[in-house]
């Protein structure tokens, strides 16, 4: 793959990049009502999603930053977006055009006053791949192979302007509507100057790792923080397959259950016994050893959730709490779906709405099991998101409901589900986190 030798950082240059796009994506549109005349309506839709796609990644990958990490964020969703964008911007989560080797060398010049070669005794000139925010090359010292992960210039300067200029796209995409859209968006960009601060990645990572020490067969790297810096961390290097390319092998069925269970506690135990959880769950953030082991590889984006709304929010995933009115009412309330100027109707309708949604996608915690390789399961996610992107009387409401909380913990259950979904998990046992919280039970609630 092509390195990249200089990523736009001017608010100038990144926003004429973007409207440069959107004159792209006006061309394409023409082109769509053209091809109506000689074409089903589906053809040419698939051909306008196909050719938008395309046009946008490839501007997204040649900014980095926080605009491919919103289309990594969506590519996670199958649901929010036609195929073909999923399909194009799922590639941000592990393959992006690198940064050459000059741009490499001038990161580690301003963080250390040292070049790669002056700190490790040997160092990969190619990276051996690349996300959104960074990439990692491969390096050794003193007989050890280190993963050196290194941010792409610019990326945490930039994230204010960035998100100025994609929250118009972001807002329509997504029905947002009014003031009330500014605590989401704030959520966002907090979150993402915390994925470019590397300092307080590893902190947090080392805190987390500390605290799952009791869960089997999962591992972590070790940080070397003499070594690492604000755009630059140095971490063992870890040997196994991206979860995705694990998912895709012909490993066995019981070694799919095993990954899937691991992946599945280390999520649960963090959530309701931590307080705290990594955010992030794509394939680019997960390797599988020649074990069977589940290995995270990536804290940068964690997400701390307040009692009363983790409290509210299992509530709210309790089927009997769903089937009572009054409760459910209550709970959605609590957790600030309604808004001022909902009329009664209003609220019935968010009510039932809401109300098929959770049951749906709570099912796999009104059971003890759950098989996350049913596709029926899934084809019902899908034809849900399909129903709401069509209906009416939602597309006309301020779609700005529930608390900022939600955007990460549902993206997190989404990609989760996804993940489990690709390994083709069949039996995962559900609160099967409760047996590992013997001497870590004071460290936070059980849910």
């Not at 915390?194 to 307080?200: A, K, P, Q, R």
């Not at 957790?335 to 809401?354: I, Q, R, T, Y």
Request: with cysteine.
């Amino acid at each position: 793959m092509k390195s990249v030798n200089k990523i736009p950082k001017s608010k100038i240059k990144r926003a004429s990049k973007i409207v440069g796009t959107g004159a792209k994506v006006g061309v394409n549109y023409i082109k769509y009502y053209g091809s109506r005349l000689v074409k089903s309506k589906e053809d040419a839709q698939q051909q306008l999603d196909k050719d938008n796609a395309e046009d946008i990644y490839n501007s997204l990958q040649e900014l980095k930053g926080s605009p491919l990490k919103m289309a990594q964020m969506m590519s996670m969703d199958k649901n929010i977006l036609p195929s073909a964008y999923v399909e194009k911007f799922s590639l941000s989560q592990f393959s992006v055009p690198p940064l050459s080797y000059s741009l490499v060398v001038k990161t580690f010049n301003k963080e250390f006053g040292k070049s790669p070669t002056e700190l490790f005794d040997s160092f990969n000139k190619e990276a051996s791949h690349a996300a959104s925010i960074g990439q990692v090359h491969e390096a050794r010292r003193k007989g050890k192979k280190l993963a050196i992960k290194i941010q792409y210039p610019g990326v945490a300067d930039s994230i204010k302007s960035d998100l100025a200029l994609v929250k118009p796209m972001a807002k329509r995409l997504f029905n947002i509507k009014g003031k009330a859209s500014d605590k989401y968006f704030k959520e966002v960009e907090e979150k993402l100057l915390e994925e470019t601060d590397y300092v307080l990645e590893v902190k947090k990572a080392e805190e987390i790792i500390e605290k799952c020490q009791s869960l089997p067969n999962i591992r972590f790297p070790r940080y070397h923080k003499k070594r690492s810096g604000k755009r630059i961390i140095t971490m063992e290097w870890m040997e196994g397959l991206h979860l995705s390319e694990y998912a895709e092998s012909i490993a066995p069925q019981k070694s799919r259950n095993i990954v899937g269970q691991s992946l599945w506690d280390f999520y649960m135990y963090q959530i309701h016994v931590l307080n705290e959880f990594q955010a992030d769950p794509h394939p680019g953030n997960f390797l599988v050893s020649p074990k069977n082991e589940l290995i995270a590889l990536d804290f940068g984006c964690t997400k701390k959730i307040p009692e009363k709304f983790y409290r509210n929010f299992f509530k709210l995933m309790d089927k009997k709490n769903i089937k009572d009115e009054s409760k459910f009412e209550e709970l959605l309330e609590e957790l600030g779906f309604f808004k001022e100027a909902d009329s009664v109707k209003d609220k019935l309708f968010v009510m039932e709405l809401f109300g098929e949604l959770l049951i749906l996608l709570a099912k796999p915690f009104h059971s003890d099991r759950f098989d996350f390789s049913d596709e029926s399961f899934f084809q019902k996610i899908a034809e849900k998101g399909d129903e709401l992107s069509k209906n009416k009387n939602l597309r006309k409401m301020d779609s700005t409901r529930g608390s900022k909380h939600f955007i990460y913990l549902n993206r997190t259950f989404f990609g989760l589900y996804n993940l489990l979904h690709q390994l083709k998990s069949e039996d995962i046992i559900i609160d099967n986190y409760k047996n590992y919280l013997n001497s870590t039970r004071s460290l936070g609630r059980v849910g």
